[in-house]
């Protein structure tokens, strides 16, 4: 199973990007690398997934480098309500959906 | 579509008592997954169902704790007798499940146990 690595916490402002590194060295040839958000009170919510090179959605961007040994998480334009703990997780889809969550990064948006 | 949903909200109990919490997840999503998540902590795993089917259950301290998801849908974890450090969010979670992907996992509100 392959482990993950994350920064503990990150302060930003508001209106910066904020890029968030996850290191996940003994991954998987079948694993894919997803991403988490959670708020104080409330249950992870996702925001992306990849497999490699770079994936885009409405919310953030997904940068994963050819030998897919870590990944970074892109958040354009942050806002307050983007303080929040992010978690990088590693695992199969095939197998179950198999996937683990490390300690994650807190994210802390100041104005 | 409806997210998934827990009971109770909230539970106090006294230690060595008993307690049991529900979850129903999406309808349609045969993978279930139950987590603890301790106070600045990141979820860790109890056990995960794939329809009504225990696929991984390695970290359930099973000495007190038990989950069943009968007709692959409800589940109950149930923990008997608590301890203190059971203390914590009891997060629920489905995914769509299958070979096909589909494994975005909805969390749902959590149950938060206090163990006196």
């Known amino acids: 199973l392959a482990k993950t690595t994350q920064p503990i916490s990150m302060d930003s402002y508001e209106g910066q990007e904020v890029n968030i590194t996850c290191s996940h060295n003994?991954?998987?040839?079948?694993?894919?690398i997803t991403w988490y958000q959670q708020f104080p009170s409330q249950g992870p919510r996702f925001i992306i997934q990849?497999?490699?090179t770079k994936v885009t959605n409405e919310v953030a961007s997904l940068f994963i480098p050819a030998d897919r040994k870590s990944s970074t998480l892109s958040l354009p334009r942050v806002s307050l309500s983007d303080t929040a703990v992010y978690y990088c997780l590693v695992g199969a889809q095939y197998n179950f959906n198999k996937f683990y969550f490390g300690s994650g990064t807190k994210l802390n948006v100041k104005p | 579509e409806a997210g998934v949903a827990q009971s109770p909200r909230y539970k106090i109990i006294e230690k060595r008592q008993s307690v049991a919490f529900w979850c129903n997840p999406i309808?349609?999503?045969?993978?279930l997954y139950w987590y603890q998540q301790i106070l600045g902590q990141g979820p860790k795993l109890l056990i995960q169902?794939?329809?009504?089917?225990?696929?991984?259950d390695s970290q359930l301290p099973k000495d007190r704790f038990s989950a069943e998801r009968l007709k692959g849908v409800d589940s109950t974890l149930k923990i008997q007798p608590a301890k203190l450090e059971d203390s914590a969010v009891y997060l629920c979670?489905?995914?769509?499940?299958?070979?096909?992907?589909?494994?975005?996992?909805?969390f749902g509100p959590g149950t938060r146990l206090t163990v006196l």
């Open positions: 979670a489905s995914s769509r499940g299958g070979l096909a992907g589909g494994n975005e996992q909805f």
């Open positions: 990849g497999y490699k």
């Open positions: 169902f794939q329809n009504n089917g225990v696929v991984d």
């Open positions: 309808s349609g999503h045969a993978t």
């Open positions: 003994n991954i998987a040839t079948n694993d894919y």
